[in-house]
């Protein structure tokens, strides 16, 4: 049996891998974005933006927990991976060909003239959800999947500065696009080496659909608070200038969040096994020793916030994002509690409480829509920034309440509760937010690091 802290590393390094590829996957398509911004008409690159977004959509509405699905199965049961995934493939396919068929179908009669973008649109999402990243995961495979996802990237901007270059065509980019997230599904499914999948009776996939469906569902509203719901908002009841100008702040916001969902992916298949082996102990130490160093990583991408938001935004948004650093501060406010909170959720589908995690899911989403239509109109920018952290503190709140870790966790929730209402005053006034920035910086540090020094303390001899 492997100990606490050894599970602890593995996390890590999960994470980590994770990352990495994470990392090199958003710095190719970002170098991808830049050779389409320059090579392509102002047209045609709005035109490959829309059919990034209706994938994207298209994948969401498609999953129906599939993903967490799998991958708990597949990490209580490792022999049953070729039954687990022709259940997950033939959901996602079939959700994905019902809908492709219906929207090809009315493009084709009354937009003719959009039907190349549906088509190339349904074939991203076909790669998207075929991808067996969530047999890597949960086969903690975290290189090979980090592998396939930076694989994607690779593809990605490879072919814009190729094909998009030699022809500039927003069809020619559409395509780069279906190749890339082709070759990162091929590469999930040669790494995880299972031969043919087992194909499912109906009854089979009605009963995992009927199980999982909140799942599904926790996702689409999940998505909606990260898809950018505010900035649509914000053009609609503000102005196109305030929403752009939270775009900013929100990238930078969601690119730290990632880690938080690496670190549910890399606990899952732990605490999964843990609980199907009716190690319960063990499930919760693990998850309980996990808060502190995640939570410090929260404070630390807050303190940062405070300290250099404003400086870090102008450098890379330019001179017109210089005063959206309170932004970014009150974006990030979120981050410690959701960053212990997300995982205690998929602490839950580990247990196969689906309907719990759900639970958290509308909490989150419902608090953030429900704010931001009342805090929009009045205070802007603001009004979406603050919508958007007391929904996610308020669904990683329910989250650690309903995995019965809240309790447990109480003195750490408090601290993490403290450290971050101190982002107020860090967002309001600028002399106060480097003093701030700079203790909130090192309490995160402080608590990152202690699982490590902990540990090598333990180790050293006597």
Partial sequence: MTSIGGSLRQAGKSISKLAAGEAVNKITRFVAA?????????????????????????????????????????????????????????????????????????????????????????????????????????REQMADAAGATALGGIVVMVGCGSLVFLLPTATAALIVFVLGEASAAAATWWRAKLGRVEMPSWERIKQVVVANWPLGASGIIIYASYANLDSILLAILRSDAEAGLYSAPYRLFLAANAVTLF???????????????????????????????????????????????????????GADFADTGPLLILLCMSLPIYSIGYPAGYSLIGEQRNWQFFVGGAIAGGLNIALMSVLIPLYGTYGAAIATTVGLFGGALAWLALSRSLWASAPLVAGVVLATLLGIPASMETTLAIPIGAATLLCGATMFLAPVVKTRSRNRPS
């Fill in 263 to 317: 670190a549910a992916y890399s606990l899952l298949p732990m605490l999964s096994r843990s609980h199907h082996e009716g190690r319960m102990h063990e499930k919760r130490s693990l998850l309980l020793r996990a808060f502190t160093p995640l939570a410090g990583y929260g404070l630390i991408v807050l303190g940062a916030a405070e300290l250099i938001g404003g400086p870090v935004l102008e450098g890379l948004f």
């Fill in 34 to 138: 830049v050779i389409l911004a320059r090579t392509l008409s102002l047209s045609d690159f709005g035109i490959v933006n829309v059919g990034i977004a209706i994938a994207g959509i298209l994948l969401t509405l498609t999953a129906l927990g599939m993903p967490e699905y799998g991958a708990r199965q597949v990490a209580v049961a490792p022999g049953d991976a070729k039954r687990v995934a022709g259940v997950v493939l033939s959901v996602r396919v079939g959700a994905l060909a019902g809908i492709a068929l219906v929207m090809i179908g009315a493009a084709a009669i009354f937009l003719s003239d959009q039907l190349v973008l549906i088509t190339l649109s349904v074939a991203m999402a076909v790669g998207l959800s075929t991808s067996g990243d969530w047999l890597l995961r949960g």
